[in-house]
């Protein structure tokens, strides 16, 4: 669905829990066309859509059911159609999430917990790096200290899904540190994520952005 400039089209699913105009910016200053919708035909025939999320993981869903963004994200991935997820738009693909001991389903796309950060300062808000595994397509150009920004007091601390079928293309999971080691971002197939918000993650944010805009 590229523009007639050659450029990648890109929704922004705007389901009422995201930071959709920082998202819509930096999107654009990496060169994709973007738009902010939640209409679902344009958030199908994209060639990319990017799931934002900030507040809690239960309210987060319930927006993004209401929405129709769980069915439109499952049926993009049977079809390897890119998806990427940003802050509690990464945690509800995860199996559930625990909040004041309520757990909430997830789109358990990735089996994992989303709970709470133990740390001596929580939130976890600012400025951290981030550990990359090799031959990673999100971190790609990117200094081993690169740092990008975080703001949230949940996370997935265990990675448990394991690939053994050699034909299979493992996932690749980067890690981050505060109080305790968790995931960071996840690359799987046609879905992306990262905890920290790549939009407000300056220079290092945008060469990320622009890793993912092409493999669209």
């Not at 917990?113 to 951290?128: E, F, S, T």
């Not at 899904?161 to 690359?187: C, D, M, Q, S, Y």
């Amino acid at each position: 669905m590229s523009g007639a400039d050659g450029r990648k089209k890109v929704v922004v699913f705007d389901y009422g829990f995201g930071n959709v105009r920082s998202a819509e910016r930096a999107l654009a200053r990496v060169g994709a066309d973007v738009e902010i919708t939640r209409d679902f035909d344009r958030a199908m025939n994209a060639d990319g859509l990017l799931v934002p999320g900030v507040g809690a993981f239960a309210a987060c869903m319930k927006g993004l059911q209401q929405a129709r963004g769980h069915w439109i994200i499952d049926r993009r991935l049977s079809g390897g159609r890119p998806v990427m997820g940003i802050c509690v738009g990464m945690q509800i693909l995860f199996e559930r999430g625990i909040e004041h001991g309520v757990e909430t389903e997830g789109l358990d796309e990735w089996p994992g917990v989303v709970a709470p950060l133990k740390a001596p300062v929580v939130p976890h808000m600012g400025w951290n790096t981030v550990k990359a595994p090799e031959g990673s397509e999100l971190f790609a150009g990117l200094d081993t200290d690169a740092r990008f920004y975080f703001v949230h007091s949940y996370a997935v601390h265990e990675w448990s899904l394991e690939i053994t079928n050699p034909a299979i293309r493992a996932p690749k999971v980067t890690w981050a540190a505060h109080g305790e080691p968790f995931v960071a971002a996840v690359e799987n197939g046609a879905l992306w994520a990262t905890q920290f918000h790549p939009e407000k993650s300056g220079d290092a944010g945008a060469q990320l952005l622009t890793n993912w805009i092409e493999t669209l």
